[in-house]
C-alpha cells in the first residue's frame, strides 16, 4: 500500500503523460498539466496541516485555471503567427496577383520583374504550384517564385538582395595657389 502522503506524487507522472496527448490544444494540456502539479502540490502542503484531500483540490482548481490561461494564451500566440505567416507583406504579391497577371497575358518577364521589384517572398506547397498551373501560370513564373524561398532565414526574416557595390566619385576641385602678395618699399638714399 502506498502511503497516504505520496499518492499524489504516484498519480503526478499519470495525469502529466496524458497532458502530452496530441488530440488536446494548448488550452486542455494547460489545464491538465496545472491541474496535476497543482493538486500534488497542494496535496504535500495540505498533508503539513492535515488537509492533504482540501489542498489537492485547492491546488487542482489554482493549477486547472492557470495552466488553462497559459494554455489559452500559447494558442492564440500561435494562431496570431499562422495569421501573419499566411498574410502577404504589404507591397508584395500575392498568389492572387501572379494568377491575374498570368491571366491578363502579361510576359513572364514582366511578372518576374514585378516579383523581384516587390522582394515578394513565396513558400510554395503542392497544392499551390498546382493552383498556379491550373491558373495558367508558367513554369518559368513559377520556379522564380521557389526562388524567391531562398531569401527567407529560417527565422522568417527576409534576406535584402545583394546589392551591387556603387562607386559616387564626388568632384574634387583644386583652386589655384593664391598669387604672392608682397609689401615692401625701397630706400634710395640720394646725396
Known amino acids: 500500500m502506498i ?8 498519480l503526478f507522472p499519470g495525469l502529466w503523460a496524458l497532458a502530452g496527448c496530441e488530440s488536446m490544444n494548448q488550452t486542455e ?17 495540505g498533508s503539513a496541516t492535515g488537509h492533504t ?22 494558442e492564440e500566440s500561435e494562431a496570431r503567427a499562422k495569421e501573419r505567416a499566411a498574410a502577404p507583406v504589404p507591397g ?14 502579361l510576359s513572364d518577364q514582366v511578372i518576374i520583374t514585378q516579383i523581384r521589384t516587390t522582394r515578394s517572398v513565396f513558400v510554395l506547397t503542392p497544392e499551390q ?13 513559377v520556379m522564380e517564385m521557389q ?13 535584402a538582395r545583394p ?4 562607386c559616387v566619385v564626388e568632384p574634387v576641385y583644386v583652386a589655384p595657389p593664391p598669387a604672392p602678395i608682397g609689401i615692401g618699399f625701397s630706400y ?3 646725396r
Do not use: E, F
Open 163 to 166: 546589392v551591387q557595390p556603387v
Open 129 to 141: 504550384i498546382g493552383w498556379l498551373k491550373q491558373q495558367g501560370v508558367s513554369d518559368g513564373v
Open 53 to 74: 484531500g482540501a489542498g489537492a483540490a485547492i491546488g487542482a482548481g489554482v493549477g486547472a485555471l492557470s495552466g488553462g490561461l497559459i494554455g489559452n494564451s500559447i
Open 3 to 10: 502511503p497516504h502522503k505520496l499518492r499524489a506524487l504516484v
Open 147 to 159: 526562388q524567391t524561398a531562398a531569401r527567407v532565414s529560417p527565422r522568417g526574416r527576409v534576406y
Open 92 to 105: 508584395q504579391l500575392s498568389l492572387t496577383d501572379i494568377a491575374q497577371m498570368s491571366q491578363q497575358q
Open 188 to 190: 634710395t638714399h640720394v
Open 29 to 45: 494540456k494547460g489545464a491538465l498539466g496545472g491541474g496535476a502539479i497543482g493538486a500534488g502540490t497542494g496535496a504535500l502542503i
